[in-house]
């Protein structure tokens, strides 16, 4: 693939529409991450946009032009795993801790639609 390609794909996945509730729900789920009293780190802004860019590109290699909400579920647990810390994983070098946090905040967390 070469740089044009390359840049080309991300304006691609730039255009992939993303409705106001889907942006909507990912600050919903940031949101929960930071109020959770099982994390000690919730997840930044910068990781809340990570995963719009994730969920456009997903939707993008399902031959959309839209994102969905299952486009966000998918990839909360891989964006979101190391951008936040769990108390379990502090007391306990439990790396799993902080992904079974994160499904059960999307567990609680109202998907739109």
Known sequence: MTADELRAL?????AVRFAPELT???VDIANAT???DQLQLGVSP???LALVRAARAAALLQG???AIPDDITAHVVPVFAHRC?????????DQEATRRVLR???ERVRTPG
């Open 10 to 14: 991300q304006d691609q996945c730039d």
């Open 24 to 26: 909507a729900y990912v």
């Open 34 to 36: 930071r109020r959770s």
């Open 46 to 48: 910068r990781g809340s």
């Open 64 to 66: 959309r032009d839209y």
């Open 85 to 93: 810390i769990s108390k379990a994983q502090l007391q306990e070098a």
């Open 104 to 106: 059960g905040i999307l």
